[in-house]
């Protein structure tokens, strides 16, 4: 029975890891392979990204909501993963809604917007993370695995363990992180399917 596995990435064009979430999805998708993967790049491209004022915290509901229903998730970490900070400019959190501001999802050219978020209250205990916080969206993603206790598989854009481009929220994974890219017997690189499959429980 296939899986629904999340995909976290950084899908920045120029520097990005997305040759590593293609090939997830060919895995995904094609008749060899067993698991059912979600491309996050499709999500974004939803109901609610269409939105004209669709906010960074619309978006991390949404992950929220793709995290709560999938059965893993899967954290590619390339060598810029620690420095995006795409998501993390909300400071309503601790700020009155008149004295913040964001800029609506790929609306970067007609500037920022006062927040809409009319009133904030604490999540319990046992809930997801809130949607308004200043995480980037790669951590706030990590942290909703994280807390709904989703099995975490962490892999590196690599053929080698690169421990150091583990953001530090991800520090208590160093040891189970695993490169992605493996050589095959022609000395291509490929992805390690074996390993993805084992950690995923398919063995």
């Known amino acids: 029975m ?4 999340y995909i976290s990435a950084d899908y920045s064009f120029d520097s990005g890891d997305r040759n590593v979430v293609a090939v997830l999805n060919q895995w995904g998708t094609d008749n060899l392979h067993k698991v059912d993967f979600i491309d996050m790049a499709k999500v974004v491209s939803g109901s609610i990204s269409n939105d004209p004022d669709c906010r960074p915290c619309d978006l991390k509901q949404e992950f929220n909501q793709q995290i709560n229903a999938s059965s893993a998730v899967i954290f590619v970490v390339g060598d810029m993963t620690a420095y ?3 998501g993390s400019s909300c400071s309503r959190a601790t700020e009155e809604r008149l004295n913040c501001s964001c800029t609506p999802y790929k609306h970067n050219a007609n500037g920022s917007k006062m927040c809409k978020v009319f009133q904030t209250f604490s999540r319990e205990e046992d809930s997801d993370v ?3 916080n200043s995480f980037s969206y790669l951590r706030h993603e990590f ?3 994280k807390k709904r206790k989703k099995p975490i598989i962490v892999v590196y854009n690599s053929l080698r363990k690169e421990t150091s481009w583990l953001p530090s929220y991800m520090k208590d994974y160093e040891s189970d992180a695993q490169p992605f890219w493996i050589k095959n017997y022609l000395g291509e690189k490929v992805g390690n399917y074996t390993y993805i ?5 398919y063995a």
């Not at 296939?2 to 596995?5: C, D, F, G, T």
């Not at 499959?197 to 429980?201: A, H, T």
Request: charged content about 40%.
């Open 130 to 132: 809130g949607n308004i």
């Open 84 to 86: 995006r900070k795409a």
């Open 143 to 145: 942290e909703q695995a």
């Open 2 to 5: 296939a899986k629904r596995v």
């Open 197 to 201: 499959k084992r950690v995923l429980g």
